[in-house]
């Protein structure tokens, strides 16, 4: 059982930013953010890899980092030029898929509580 704590959310106005911390019980193949907008279907955002390889969605191309402390046990997603659009609970994940794509459409072994992330225009 891997357990996943997020922190740091909150509200921001459009062009702000804010950085998401999650510590993780453990770190397990893939790591990544996930996110739920109002009305909206669950979407991969971002995922790590245990050697540090990053993928983005598309639509947070070059506005998100995600990063880790090995150390620290924690996963971070510092989030830049945030829009209203990016307005949503945003999930921790940990997964062992053999494949980051997988991992990004949902084959995920632990989802963190989630936290809300507002962006006000």
């Known amino acids: 059982q891997v357990q996943l704590v997020e922190s740091g959310g909150g509200s921001v106005q459009a062009g702000g930013s804010l950085k998401l911390s999650c510590t993780a019980s453990a770190y397990m193949g893939w790591m990544g953010w996930f996110r739920q907008g109002p009305g909206k279907e669950r979407e991969g955002v971002t995922a790590?890899?245990?050697?540090?390889?990053?993928f983005y969605a598309d639509s947070v191309k070059g506005r998100f980092t995600i990063s880790q402390d090995n150390a620290k046990n924690t996963l971070y997603l510092e989030m830049n030029s945030l829009k209203p659009e990016d307005t949503a609970m945003y999930y921790c994940?940990?997964?062992?898929?053999?494949?980051?794509?997988?991992?990004?459409?949902?084959?995920?072994?632990?989802w963190g509580q989630g936290i809300q992330v507002t962006v006000s225009s």
């Open positions: 994940a940990a997964s062992s898929s053999r494949s980051v794509w997988s991992f990004l459409r949902g084959d995920v072994n632990y």
């Open positions: 790590i890899g245990r050697i540090g390889n990053t």
